[in-house]
Nanobody, 122 residues
Framework: QVQLAESGGGLVQAGGSLRLACAAS????????MGWFRQAPGKEREFVAA????????FYADSVQGRFTISRDNAKNTVYLQMNSLKPEDTSVYYC???????????????WGQGTQVTVSS
């Protein structure tokens, strides 16, 4: 079992930056692909980024490519999402997720955090 806890959300002006963190419990964090997803009110959850267990493979949604960077520190059981050049349309609750396989589909992830709110003002 893996428990996930996101942090780092907040209110930021358009063009600003935030760094989200997701801390995982358990000694097998290094075996899991980690993903970030987001969901805005009234909208479906959407994929943001994913990183393989080794950190060598990453994948991004087109909407965040070039602005967001996913990374991980397996020694600290933590995955990060650096978000730069934020736009009002990035406003959402951001969730991290974990699974043994590399996915970009949220429904295939086994473990989820509670989410952290990111609000970007114009």
């Amino acid at each position: 079992q893996v428990q996930l806890a996101e942090s780092g959300g907040g209110l930021v002006q358009a063009g600003g930056s935030l760094r989200l963190a997701c801390a995982a419990s358990g000694r097998t964090f290094g075996e899991y692909t980690m993903g970030w997803f987001r969901q805005a009110p009234g909208k479906e959850r959407e994929f943001v980024a994913a990183i393989s267990w080794s950190g060598l493979s990453t994948f991004y949604a087109d909407s965040v490519q070039g602005r967001f960077t996913i990374s991980r520190d397996n020694a600290k059981n933590t995955v990060y999402l650096q978000m730069n050049s934020l736009k009002p349309e990035d406003t959402s609750v951001y969730y991290c997720a974990a699974d043994k396989k590399f996915h970009t589909t949220g429904g295939l992830y086994d473990y989820w955090g509670q989410g952290t709110q990111v609000t970007v003002s114009s």
